[in-house]
């Protein structure tokens, strides 16, 4: 995912296809799928939006937007204000039964809380797909993630 995200090699995005296809496919099959937003200035620098390129064949949305904030070079308690930076384009789609949210890497979970925080409604469920944990991340039994 480096080589994708800071080297900018789109090339390897399509590494990620195969296998998720046969993990996706049927499962979700009926969600409407999103991705946890990238900077718009990060993204016209790398020239392709990484997460949305990795689960191009499932048709994700990139209906957020988010200021730009480099959190890799904030603290964790900093990262926990990241909802503050991001938005719905549209808020029609909280109307759908259920949507995926996807991402590519969780190192703390904020991005991911404050998307499903704005998608998340009474009439609807959100399910999550994580690429990869980082390392302060830990696994308890078969499917229980716990943050360390």
Known sequence: ??????????????????????????????????????????????????VQEMFKPWDVQDDFVKKDVKQSLQSAQDRRLIADSIQLKHSNIVHHPH???????????SSLKACHDLLKTE?????????????????SGS???KKK
């Open 1 to 50: 995912m480096h080589r994708i995200k800071a080297l900018y090699d789109e090339s390897l995005v399509k590494v990620f296809h195969k296998d998720l296809q046969y993990a996706m496919a049927w499962k979700y099959r009926k969600s409407y799928k999103v991705c946890v937003p990238s900077s718009d200035v990060k993204t016209k620098e790398r020239g392709f939006h990484a």
């Open 99 to 109: 949507i995926l949210l996807v991402d590519d890497v969780c190192t703390t979970g």
């Open 123 to 139: 009439v609807n469920s959100v399910s999550i797909v994580v690429l990869a944990l980082h390392t302060s991340w830990r696994l």
């Open 143 to 145: 499917l229980t993630i």
